[in-house]
């Protein structure tokens, strides 16, 4: 089973490669990040006519989540369940058959001095929460999405430089971590433990892709039974370098399911 996660930064501005990168990869299942549409504007119509399902939620011009699959999930949540703020543009649960996955777009923070950092922080520990409360580790759970958060020096290209960077504060990687240690494996990193292995590259460095001037903050994680079962994962860089791009990339898993 071939998964994959991907930030567009607007589906709809995104269609286009979007579509072209389900026709050349032929994934069973497609977790879109950032879709900055309203439901009833949401282009479902163009996944469905080349035989993809796609459950979703979104707001005009800011967040947005999209399970796109092979099949209709047989079960679907949107947000946290704990009383808070539900964040249902933010989270996305699909379930199919025994495979649980989780997409999240986790928030970016604006500066650490914000109360959106904070925010952010406490976002992470109510998702540790919401994994203890309704999984297992002796589940298949895949947590995987646009996260924000660059967990080693590795993951950026300038990490010296980025000391106080929301996306790679020590506060922010610690409380990432902790989440993580819910029992979750990098299936990225499992594949690819060397350095340079990135998935975002701004739009305000020229041409950062080709360069190699990047950060590592999309990820797959997978649950023990999930990881043990992993073929393979990769980030293909190909879309990035094409017209028009999204600032992040797709990032591929294998499992043998």
């Not at 990040?33 to 282009?43: I, R, S, Y």
């Not at 960077?165 to 971590?177: G, K, L, M, N, S």
């Not at 043990?228 to 879309?239: K, Q």
Request: net charge positive; with cysteine; charged share 25%.
């Amino acid at each position: 089973m071939k998964i994959a996660t991907f930030n567009a930064n607007s589906i709809r501005a995104r269609l286009a490669p979007t579509l072209a990168w389900l026709d050349r990869e032929a994934p069973d299942i497609l977790c879109v990040q950032e879709t900055k549409v309203a439901d009833d504007a949401f282009p479902a119509d163009a996944f469905r006519a080349v035989g993809y399902a796609v459950t979703f939620r979104g707001e005009k011009s800011y967040n947005g989540v999209a399970v796109i699959s092979r099949t209709a999930p047989t079960a679907v949540a949107y947000g946290f369940d704990d009383g808070g703020q539900a964040d249902e543009t933010r989270l996305l649960y699909a379930r199919f058959g025994s495979l649980h996955v989780v997409n999240t777009y986790i928030p970016q923070g604006r500066d650490i001095e914000h109360p959106m950092y904070r925010y952010k922080i406490e976002w992470l520990a109510r998702l540790k929460a919401y994994f203890t409360r309704r999984f297992s580790t002796r589940m298949k759970v895949l947590w995987l999405g646009d996260m924000n958060v660059a967990p080693e020096a590795m993951d950026i290209h300038n990490a010296e430089q980025q000391t106080n960077h929301v996306c790679f504060h020590e506060d922010v990687r610690r409380a990432f971590a902790d989440t993580v240690g819910w029992g979750f494996t990098d299936i990225v990193r499992r594949y690819h433990p060397g350095a340079g292995v990135f998935t975002f590259f701004d739009y305000r460095t020229p041409n950062a892709a080709k360069r190699g001037m990047g950060w590592r903050i999309d990820h797959i994680l997978a649950s023990p039974p999930l990881a043990r079962r992993a073929t393979g994962a990769r980030i293909d860089l190909r879309p990035r370098l094409d017209e028009r791009p999204s600032d992040h990339t797709f990032v591929v898993a294998e499992f043998d399911l």
